[in-house]
């Protein structure tokens, strides 16, 4: 075989696998795109009401017309019609007028913010995130918001550093990098190279909890974060992406139940703040989600759809270990709930 | 960007594809093969920069996978090839097969994208992950190996600078590619998956059919066949670790493993840029696509700059380039231009250093150890500088990021001399040494005038 055939085969062969790649694209791409065009799957209202009343506001991810939008609907009735935004986000957190929202701008160079949205739809404010969004949460008044992404990997940017978490506050300062922070591990100052921090929940403007993970060890902790003196003290271990309940007694996070580490099998669990008294709830699914409150005795959470990727439900479940866990909103995702 | 190689004919204008280098109207062109081995990389390098780019997103989004599984993914991207790079250049050596063993490590790459399509959850990607890096640790010496021989020594630098330009163009092209198709396709992982594993397949085919199996010895053996035609065949079977570890090797081995624990990832410096400039900002997960650019822009031109004043003299020098890259990052101005020049600072750092290191160790070396070498010395790279990266963590929560930062400038500014004096002998040397196995001893042509 000389050369010329040789490199003849090459290009015939190439044109055979770049081919049957296009042909596959092109496949998908129109499945994609009848998916998103097509009336969207479930029933959805203008936008004129969406935030007001007693409601849950979150990610729509009902395939069709609509699909990764904010939305909402009322409290009284959480599987019927929703009202959809024109805003588009990955993890939403509302208050009464506002509310925070962690996005991926899509594009040929993706990009990745945050913004602090009034309800109209307009932004307050904005800033970049330095990886793909993660979890975020803005406290009551709408004064702090935290969020905390993934520092966005690559084999040249690696070793030691996997989430950043930020607190702005609403004039757009942030209040620094957790990993600045003063951190006090049962009682002693420390400062593991590998500690990451992640899942923010507010107390008021002043206080929150979160978690410090130290990648090495696989140890979380509960931390209880003091804005004026930027410190983090720990309060137990093993509670992560914690979620402080409306009366401000207990902490939903995930539980580690099985496995450690990149293993590691989440089960929902509520631990008493007064007493450290930990009850494991009964899901048998790994949940990897913050948890958020709908009242004092239920929570609820996102779960991926196992025969659809992109697709998730919101769940509902009882904290005093009665009942089983229900789907809550159908094809939503990071639910905020608001009572005005 | 678009690089002219206007000195190297296009393997489809060639005839005698694969022949050994030729002079062209008193030019030295860097031989075809090399091109073609060049165009292997493009291939492969898109392959797996496709996936690379959208892995992250993929991992956490689709896989719904949390922090902690990710940054493990991350570590083990790195730390696998290093450890099977010298197990690919001494398969090399040992067999003299160089094509053939670095075929197995593209080979691998492609297995590795049919297991990607059909992989879900953590263990599967894992594993698909870790077939890939081995792949990657395979090729590299060999690969390295063949550019060796297919080149005249005299332009090995510029050899080995179109061929990671090459190699570059690949790793810029591939996440673009990725992130196009997830545009026109939201939920179209699986097409770049697809993608992935039709750029490897071309790549592993062009790179069994085309590229010619040159044998490292063969020159050699038939050069030593007037003087000691017995010690020809002698030397096939045999197989001497010292020469990798003794004389000019030894040298190198050092100064490359103290440079390289000097260098500390730029992962540290666009952690730096991003929390000053907003701009940085910005773009941080695109910064490395800046150190790319400037790479494979300079690596042609510094490869060059070797072949005439020598690749050891590139090689420390080019570190100077990083150097000046930590005192920007450490200097507190945050305008978009100083931005820029460090990203491009740390491209040409790399373009010093990366192909002309492979030429270094190749000239220092014999053909039947040439493999091991190359592997040697870049493994000792890879190893330093995650012990750099390290240790670099410590010292970044002890002092703060820009005062170690300086830190590091300050101890890689006496560094820089200090192995400038370590590799005196070779500084300037542009052709092969004569390596006798016993070779302390400073061969004839070196020493300046």
Redesign the interface.
Known sequence: MN?RV??L??AG??VV??G??AV??LV??QQ?RLR?EARSAVAITAPTEWASGDRVVFRNTAFGDGYGLVASVPLGDPTGPRAVTEVACDRVDAVDDEFSCLR?E???????SASLYANDGTVVLT??L???P?RTRISDDGARIATTS??????????????ETVIHDDAGDDLG?F?EWTLIVDGTAS?P??R?F?GVTFVDDTTFYATV?M?GS?RTYLVHGDIPTRTLTTVAEGVECPSLSPDRTRIAFKRVTAGS????YWTPAIMDLATGEVRTLTESRSV?DQIEWLDDSTILYGM?REDQ??DTDVWSLRTDGSGVPEVFIEHAWSPSVVRP | MYISFSNSPA??A?????DPPRRNRGARTVSSTVVTLGIVSLLTDVSSESV??IL??YI???L????????????L??GVSAVVRIVGGYASDRYDMPKWVAFVGYALAAVARVGLLFASG??AI?AVIAVDRIGKGIRTAPRDALITAASEPEILGTSFGVHRTLDNIGAAIGP?IA??????????F??VF??S??FA??GV??LG??VPNVRTRAAHDEAVTDAAAPAASRVRKKFDWAAVTTGPMRRVLAAAGLLGLLTI????V??VL??RS?FA?????????G?NLAFLALAIPLGRLSDRVGRARVFVFGHASLLAAYVIAATPIADVASIILCLALLGGFYASTDGVLAALASQLTSPETRGTGIAAAQTVVALTRFLA??GF??L??LVGPETSMLIVAGLLAVAIPAVALLLHPYLSVTRPLAVASDSDALPAEVGEP
């Not at chain 1, 993934?150 to 989430?163: D, L, N, Q, W």
């Not at chain 2, 922090?67 to 991350?74: K, L, R």
């Open positions: 050369d040789k490199w085969l090459v062969l190439s696998a770049l049957a790649t596959l694209g998908a791409w994609s998103l991926t899509r594009g040929v160079v993706p990009s990745y800033w970049p330095p990886g793909i993660s993934f520092v966005s990997g690559h084999s040249y940017a690696t070793i030691g550093f996997s989430t990098d990993e400062a190279i590998d990451n992640w993970g990648t696989g580490g990149p293993t590691a990897d991926p990727s992109g | 393997p489809e060639e005839s005698e594809v694969g690379a780019a992250p997103l956490t989004g689709v719904g996978l949390s922090t902690i599984a990710f940054g493990f993914i991350d570590g991207y790195q953590f263990a894992t673009l992130f196009f198709i997830l545009l026109a396709i939201p939920d179209g699986h097409t697809v993608a594993l039709a397949l071309i085919l062009i059919l085309v990832g730029d992962g540290f666009y952690l991003q929390s907003d900002a910005q773009w941080f997960p695109l910064l490395y696509v150190t990266a390290t963590g410590v970044w929560y």
